[in-house]
Nanobody, 118 residues
């Protein structure tokens, strides 16, 4: 069994910062790509950022220069540092990971709410 547990969401004013964390636990041999996605009310889930096991990163254009994804492989944890937050960043943020045990499967966390509002 594998679990991804997100934390760090909340309410923040425009221009503020938040740091999301997502820890994987359970039957894990290795973790390949990890990523963050978000879904705003009435919209489709969209990719925010990804990071490979080697540390290569990808960002959606909407968050480039404001968000930073990182990971701690020893802790099976991925982070998303979000700076200069805007109201349009308001969404439920989900982490995703490709985890290898007997086979490689994709797992999702339960989501954490981020609200940017004054």
């Amino acid at each position: 069994q594998v679990q991804l547990v997100e934390s760090g969401g909340g309410l923040v004013q425009p221009g503020g910062s938040l740091r999301l964390s997502c820890a994987a636990s359970g039957s894990i041999f290795s973790i390949n790509a990890m990523g963050w996605y978000r879904q705003a009310p009435g919209k489709q889930r969209e990719l925010v950022a990804t990071i490979t096991s080697g540390g290569s990163t990808y960002y959606a254009d909407s968050v480039k220069g404001r968000f930073t994804i990182s990971r701690d492989n020893a802790k099976n944890t991925v982070y998303l540092q979000m700076n200069s937050l805007k109201p349009e960043d308001t969404a439920v943020y989900y982490c995703s990971a490709d985890i290898r045990y007997r086979a490689t499967m994709n797992y999702w966390g339960q989501g954490t709410q981020v609200t940017v509002s004054s």
